[in-house]
């Protein structure tokens, strides 16, 4: 007879239902029953109606039963308690290869496990390592690592950037770190000593490389593994050249402005005493106080136009003008200055107008900034010139001078605040900021082109407007 695999493999019964096999699982104790039809503990199913002998034993593993190996027949008498022990004999090798591939599976199993885990932790790891990477990479802080023994292991671009050196250089060089601060030689190895007494060290140098010489600030911390032991130096440095060229300016300007306050105010307290002691010198005195007054107020006014133009508060008053009348205007009033000094202070314009719709004061502002500038720096007997040209739907202003002229490395820092080109007491360095602030105002462009010891030529550029349109903007404007 037999059953078919399929149902032997869905077949599911309760032990507590199952009286014999009860006994059986209890006793740990085989039992073979000659007609299972006149035992009392024997429950007829249906896959085993057709049984009359019965032979069944536990499979045991580590102590317990974990399941039954049984036989049938349907003819009565077919086992006997012999067959008892030889099948219970198979079982316990049963159980015990049972019990083996049990434990096989369940440590594969636990290997699968383990094994996904190290991939899913090697995953993260990865994009945490990934992610880590685009943030150093995309610093504008250069960032090294140095091993225990002192070897670069990492260098993001910027450190290359900032030293000069590739991080090919730094990992076979390891003399690079110690030679780094020229200025103090000893310092590479007094950062790295002091980082592994105190955990970090904060400090400011510079940097030699091959274009110069750079300030920089400096981090560095130790990093420490699982056990807390120290396992390398790393290393944060920015480039703080900026910000110190900066300290300069504004310590320039300091010094500066409380000059350019203190001698007027001395030259008023001596004008006022004079008036004191003779009044009838009002008529002397009264012009030099109005000229003290007119310098300290543009000072101020110098300030205010720095602050406002920081803020984006400056508004603009524009109007049709005509670029000829207010270039000539103001070189009308430089011309005694000029004189002074024995310059000669030369303007060349077309004849036809060159129409403008622009702020007439700030415009003004700008030419007699440019001009008085040329003044104070060319010497006695130079030569000045202003020329007003006309290409490409541009107006194109130049003024031009054989003076001092500007160093190479200082071109970038003309239009900054507070820059002057020496200390001379001449002006408190914020002309060309403003200047430069007024011109982009207007969406035109300044440059400057200069040699030492030749002079400086400062070139303005201002999109040109047909009179037609002016009009047709100021009307919309003002309406």
Request: charged residues 25%.
């Amino acid at each position: 007879h037999g059953i078919s695999i399929n149902m032997a493999s869905n077949a599911r019964y309760y032990l507590d239902s199952l009286p014999l096999h009860s006994q059986i699982y209890n006793t740990r104790q085989g039992v073979a029953i000659s007609d299972v039809t006149t035992h009392d503990k024997w429950v007829a199913l249906e896959p085993n109606e057709w049984l009359r002998a019965y032979l069944c034993v536990p499979i045991q593993a580590e102590g317990r039963v974990i399941g039954f190996i049984s036989m049938g027949s349907r003819f009565e008498g077919q086992f006997t308690q012999e067959d008892t022990h030889r099948l219970q004999a198979f079982s316990n090798q049963a159980g015990i290869a049972i019990r083996n591939a049990q434990l096989f599976d369940a440590t594969r199993r636990h290997a699968d496990e383990l094994n996904q885990r190290v991939k899913e932790a090697t995953i993260e790891l990865e994009t945490e390592r990934a992610r880590l990477q685009a943030i150093l990479e995309s610093m504008i802080e250069g960032v090294i690592y140095f091993d225990i023994d002192g070897h670069a292991r990492y260098i993001n671009p910027a450190f290359e950037l900032l030293t000069g050196h590739s991080a090919d250089e730094w990992m076979t060089d390891s003399t690079l770190w110690h030679s780094l601060f020229h200025q103090n030689p000893d310092l590479g190895y007094t950062i790295i000593q002091e980082v592994y007494k105190q955990q970090i060290w904060r400090g400011e140098s510079q940097v030699q490389r091959g274009d110069g010489v750079i300030d920089v600030a400096i981090i560095a911390t130790a990093t420490r593994n699982a056990d807390s032991d120290i396992v390398g130096v790393v290393v944060v440095m920015r480039d703080i050249s900026a910000e110190k060229r900066l300290e300069a300016q504004k310590a320039r300007f300091i010094s500066t402005a409380s000059h350019e306050l203190r001698t007027p105010i001395t030259n008023m307290k001596t004008r006022l005493y004079l008036l004191k002691r003779k009044p009838e010198t009002i008529d002397v005195q009264l012009p030099v106080l109005e000229s003290v007054t007119d310098r300290m107020r543009k000072l101020v006014d110098d300030l205010l136009d720095v602050s406002r133009f920081e803020q984006g508060v400056i508004k603009l008053e524009p109007e049709p003008i005509i670029l000829q009348n207010i270039v000539a205007r103001v070189v009308e009033i430089q011309q005694p200055e000029a004189h002074k000094k024995s310059q000669q202070l030369e303007i060349n314009m077309p004849t036809t107008p060159l129409h403008l719709y622009a702020d007439p004061e700030r415009l003004n502002q700008v030419i007699t900034n440019l001009i008085t500038n040329a003044i104070n720096y060319t010497p006695e007997g130079g030569k000045i010139s202003v020329l007003v040209t006309q290409q490409q739907g541009q107006i194109i202003l130049s003024i031009c001078d054989t003076g001092i002229g500007i160093p190479e490395h200082l071109l970038p820092e003309v239009f900054k605040p507070f820059f002057r080109v020496q200390n001379d007491g001449t002006g408190a360095g914020l002309g060309l900021s403003i200047t430069k602030e007024i011109v982009e105002l207007h969406h035109g462009e300044i440059t400057v082109e200069s040699k030492e010891n030749e002079g400086t030529c400062f070139t303005i550029r201002l999109p040109l407007t047909n009179e037609t349109d002016i009009h047709s903007t100021h009307m919309n404007n003002t309406s």
